[in-house]
């Protein structure tokens, strides 16, 4: 599968994600960010260019779901993804426990870019409560953790299937 069906699949999954813990738990849906999510997670595996382009995209179809001001997550989303590839191309993260704290920091960073440009761009006062932003971080390095560590091992067993295929594949050596 191309990455960009993967990608335009995981930001399918991610607004059915957000629509649906908007109208199921609309109190409990600030604390779980799955477009956030999405772009930390195509900055761990592109280039930084291409995690600008996809945290773009990500942020941006959040601000058409939200009905906020366009462009204040595609910014901050968009920034997010931009440094997490940055930061994953001079660090090696590979330990749960550091993609975790990756996930949480890019967290804390969407939410003060975005209540940076809200006050600033927006002159909005209107801020998140530091209860539901301290649980979207947590949320966010959970989630995050737990999608690394399965798709680690989704790789692992396809890896090893086409191994088994491949030898069992395998014609008989000539004499």
């Known amino acids: 599968m191309t990455s960009f069906l993967r990608f335009a699949l995981a930001l399918v999954g991610a607004a059915a ?6 109208w199921a738990m609309p109190s409990v849906a600030s604390w779980i960010g799955p477009f956030l999510i999405l772009s930390a997670s195509v900055g761990l595996r592109a280039t930084p260019a291409m995690a600008a382009l996809g945290g773009s995209v990500a942020g941006l179809a959040h601000d058409a779901l939200t009905g906020g001001p366009f462009g204040l997550f595609g910014f901050a989303d968009t920034a997010v993804a931009y440094l997490v590839a940055r930061v994953e191309q001079r660090v090696v993260v590979q330990q749960a426990l550091q993609v975790a704290l990756l996930f949480a920091l890019a967290a804390a960073l969407e939410g ?8 600033a761009v927006v002159a909005s006062d209107q801020l998140p409560s530091p209860v ?7 949320t966010t390095a959970l989630a995050g953790a737990a999608l690394f560590t399965l798709g680690g091992r989704l790789r692992a067993a396809e890896s090893e299937r086409r191994e088994r295929r491949r030898r069992r594949l395998r014609l008989p050596e000539q004499r």
Do not use: C, I
């Open 112 to 119: 003060a870019l975005v209540a940076l440009v809200q006050f």
């Open 132 to 138: 539901a932003s301290a649980a979207r971080v947590a």
């Open 17 to 22: 994600l957000h629509v649906a813990t908007h």
